[in-house]
């Protein structure tokens, strides 16, 4: 009887809390979001691409056109990821022209050069395009403003490319802006300045060096890039412009400048691609031209209109903290693979020290400090970012020496508050407040995961918003953790239900914010939460789980995770998430490259320096512990276990998270080594302070 009421309450809880959650979404699937359909009239429209161009080329005096119409626009970074980790024009003016990120392959370097016909212009075997390189949604963002009436003008081979309809063609062409002698010549019209980025091309490629000009010459390059702008600038009229960055110029990805002049905006630019108020993707472009000229987007247009936000500060200002946001980005891309070695180095030491220590009982408060410190490091993090670290001389130096400050701190904190006596009390303290850090994170925006080591940042451009693949292994094994060692008190206290209770609650509420869209939108994260949180309740209530059981949570995680994307499918195509786009690309039968870009993903993982010695290291710790508990730990993590009985509940179903969210996401063993990385050395300090103190203890 006892276990039937357990499955009752686990299948109410996970089913109630889904249809609360899922009526939201299901009602928003039927109200237009803003800037859905554009504006109705039609504005006119000119997209000025300079490929090349950041914010720190922008300066009064070497680019005056750029800084006076920045001090009466909306500005923004645009993150020009396409598919190859460097963007050079040639894919950018593609994925304008598609809406959607695209790449030519082969020699990537400058667009082709269009052939003239009347006013016009024609691209060459345009069809190449989708017929031998597979971008079937070439020439979108041309076919649909020539479908509505719409006549487009390019100036530049860049620009001709983005406005192409599906036969190649655009209505106007000139091959630079010297030689137009009409403006009003379309209704949406691009114009490609390519003196930034033309330096960095060799041959039909963009450049491999990271910089290829001194400092001297990058200035020039943009003063010629600013001075072509202002020979046309003031013969635009009253035309909404749109100045973009558009692509790499070397093969270091930079967040690139973006601006709004229209509509007398002087704020930030963002979108709902992002969820940023400061920062718009390629795809973007592609919605906003056609939402401002009245056209209705195509459905595989996956960008969205911008948007403008109020916002306090000088022009000065605004471009300054642009300017520092690309040296976060650059700052976290070069340093994370350096972050992720020490950790894996500090983690093998640590097992090692730790086997060898505690087969002598010798140096136990050393080794527990140890564990909680490690334990420390993933939150500090994030809570690094609410530090000026960007700001300093030395930002890397800065960033290093602030982790490890936050996380002394915490473990001060965790070792020396009046929970220390308790077996389970450093290990919630720590637990808690990442899990604290993670959730408040995912309530305001994600602003802490953007820029952070374990998070991910716009020059990379894989995510922008929502819950990573590393965080949520940190905030299930966290959140897990805390719960049981509530759970281990309402036990002792003879409260078994409300602990079970309490698991579920906990678990499942963290689990939705980690799959909600526009919150956490993470896929796999789900798949891999619902059998951590039902493996944990259902030890905690003392009944069995077997394989069989396991396989069908994970099952229900599944089955939950695509009720949650078809509610986001539902709704326009300018508000959905992610989640609803790979419903969408499952009905349309495309969704098999993307399954096994992940896979393959997933894969390499498996061979990262970074990631693998981290699983080895604790998953030999770990079973050896418990196979051998005198030889290899002191018994450490029997006495933790019998001390704090729920505890193993956490720990199991964490591991279980952790694997499953390996198997089902892209980041792979990234997922399981970071679980591991918090919740065996959490799980060591609580047996630690077990051992150390044979009378009983209270389970804090």
């Not at 990573?468 to 239900?497: C, Q, S, Y």
Request: net charge positive; proline share 6%.
């Amino acid at each position: 009887m006892r276990g039937t009421w357990v499955k009752r309450a686990l299948v109410a809880v996970v089913f109630g809390v889904s249809v609360v959650a899922l009526a939201p979404a299901a009602s928003a699937g039927v109200t237009a979001g803003p800037g859905a359909s554009g504006t109705a009239a039609g504005e006119r429209v000119v997209l000025v691409g300079i490929p090349g161009l950041m914010w720190s080329d922008v300066t009064p005096d070497d680019t005056p056109n750029l800084w006076r119409l920045a001090g009466d626009s909306a500005l923004g970074s645009l993150s020009v990821r396409a598919v190859r980790k460097d963007t050079c024009p040639y894919d950018a003016w593609l994925t304008v022209s598609a809406g959607v990120r695209s790449a030519v392959g082969g020699g990537c370097g400058m667009a082709p050069t269009p052939e003239a016909d009347g006013a016009g212009a024609a691209i060459p075997e345009f069809s190449w395009l989708w017929e031998a390189r597979g971008q079937r949604d070439a020439g979108t963002l041309g076919q649909a403003l020539h479908a509505a009436g719409r006549t487009t003008m390019a100036v530049g081979p860049g620009a001709a490319l983005a406005l192409a309809d599906r036969e190649g063609r655009v209505d106007v062409y000139a091959s630079s802006p010297a030689e137009v002698t009409q403006w009003s010549g379309g209704d949406v019209v691009a114009v490609e300045i390519p003196d930034l980025v033309a330096p960095y091309i060799s041959g039909d490629r963009l450049t491999d060096a990271p910089e290829l000009l001194a400092a001297g010459a990058r200035r020039a390059a943009a003063r010629a890039a600013d001075t072509r702008l202002g020979s046309f600038l003031p013969r635009l009229g009253s035309a909404t412009v749109l100045v973009a960055g558009l692509s790499d110029h070397g093969s270091v990805p930079h967040l690139r400048a973006a601006m709004l002049h229209g509509g007398g905006m002087a704020g930030t630019l963002g979108a709902r691609s992002t969820h940023r108020d400061d920062m718009i993707i390629l795809p973007d472009l592609t919605a906003t031209i056609l939402a401002r000229a009245g056209v209705a987007a195509p459905a595989n247009v996956v960008g969205v209109p911008v948007e403008t936000h109020a916002a306090g500060g000088t022009p000065d200002e605004r471009v300054a903290a642009l300017r520092t946001a690309d040296v976060a980005g650059q700052t976290i891309r070069d340093m994370t693979g350096v972050f992720f070695t020490t950790l894996a180095v500090l983690q093998v030491l640590f097992y090692v020290i730790a086997f060898v220590l505690l087969r002598r009982r010798d140096g136990l408060p050393a080794v527990r400090a140890a564990a909680v410190a490690l334990a420390a490091i993933p939150v500090s993090t994030y809570l690094v970012n609410l530090t000026p670290w960007a700001r300093a001389a030395q930002p890397a130096l800065t960033l290093f020496a602030s982790i490890a400050v936050i996380a002394a701190a915490l473990t001060v904190a965790a070792l020396a508050g009046p929970w220390r006596r308790g077996v389970l009390g450093p290990l919630t303290v720590i637990a808690a407040v990442t899990s604290a850090v993670l959730l408040g994170d995912l309530l305001t925006g994600t602003p802490l995961q953007l820029n952070s080591l374990m998070g991910y940042t716009g020059v990379v451009g894989a995510r922008y918003y929502g819950l990573g693949n590393i965080p949520f292994a940190l905030l299930a094994t966290a959140v897990l953790l805390v719960a049981t060692a509530a759970a281990d008190r309402l036990v002792r206290a003879g409260r078994k239900g409300v602990a079970v209770a309490l698991v579920a609650a906990l678990g499942a509420f963290a689990m939705l914010l980690d799959g909600w869209p526009g919150v956490g939108s993470d896929f796999g994260g789900v798949i891999a939460f619902v059998p951590g949180i039902a493996v944990t309740a259902l030890i905690v209530a003392g009944r069995r789980v077997s394989i069989v059981k396991l396989g069908a949570f994970c099952v229900a995680g599944g089955v939950l995770v695509m009720a949650i994307a078809y509610l986001d499918y539902l709704r326009p195509p300018a508000s959905q998430t992610h989640l609803g786009r790979f419903v969408g690309q499952v009905a349309d039968g495309t969704f098999l490259p993307v399954i096994s870009r992940k896979l393959g993903a997933m894969l390499s993982t498996l061979l990262s320096p970074n990631l693998m010695p981290v699983v080895i290291a604790a998953f030999a710790f770990l079973v050896f512990a418990l196979l051998r508990p005198g030889a290899a730990s002191a018994g450490v993590l029997p006495i933790a276990f019998e001390r704090a009985p729920m505890l193993r509940a956490g720990l199991l179903g964490a591991l279980v998270s952790g694997l499953v969210g390996m198997l089902v996401n892209d980041s792979g063993a990234a997922v399981l080594s970071m679980a591991l990385a918090l919740a065996v050395p959490l799980v060591l300090s609580a047996g630690i302070r077990a051992l150390q103190h044979g009378e009983p203890a209270p389970a804090a």
